[in-house]
């Protein structure tokens, strides 16, 4: 696999692939672009709560963990695969922000939710609508997905998610 550069990013956004929904200045980086945070997030401090940050943030506490979502929305053609990535300057920090659920299958389509955790044991992060939160990586399957994400028969739980979206094990079961 060969994960797509600048150049090609560029071009297939210009096509109308890839992000859209997305707020200028989109920034895309030698081979990756970078998403934006949302302003819903679901904060689990005292059961589930739909919370709006305001512009004065979200005081994440140490060893807290919520669920966001990307302002931008993702397209995956069949022919790619994508990963979101944290950003090093959120990490250094000690916050994750997709603890274990980083990898978009061909065919998705919608905003991506991020899994948020503060890892640090002293120090809370403010988390503002728009920090450039994390970023997606775009890489070539070896021929194209028969089945993409979304095709009938396979259980696609998040094809065309709007917004931050909780776990379809909790609204199933």
Known sequence: MATLSDFTLRRRID???????????????????EVRL???????????ENVTIDENGY???????????????????ADLVARVEGKSSWARR???VHVSAGYIDPGFQGN?????????SAKSA?????????????EDLDRPAS???????????????????????????
């Open 38 to 48: 949302d302003e819903n997030i679901i904060v689990y401090r005292h059961g589930d």
């Open 59 to 77: 005081e994440l506490l140490p060893g807290e963990f919520i669920l966001a979502s990307t302002q931008e929305k993702v397209s995956v053609p």
């Open 94 to 96: 000690g916050i994750l």
């Open 112 to 120: 991506v939710t991020l899994e948020i955790a503060n890892l640090h």
């Open 15 to 33: 096509w109308g692939e890839l992000i859209s929904d997305w707020r200028k200045p989109l920034s895309i980086q030698p081979a990756s672009v």
């Open 126 to 138: 403010l988390l503002h609508p728009g920090d450039r939160i994390a970023q997606i990586a775009f």
């Open 147 to 173: 089945m993409p994400y979304g095709t009938n028969g396979l259980d696609s739980h998040y094809q065309g998610q709007i917004g931050v979206t909780p776990s379809a094990m909790e609204v199933e079961g």
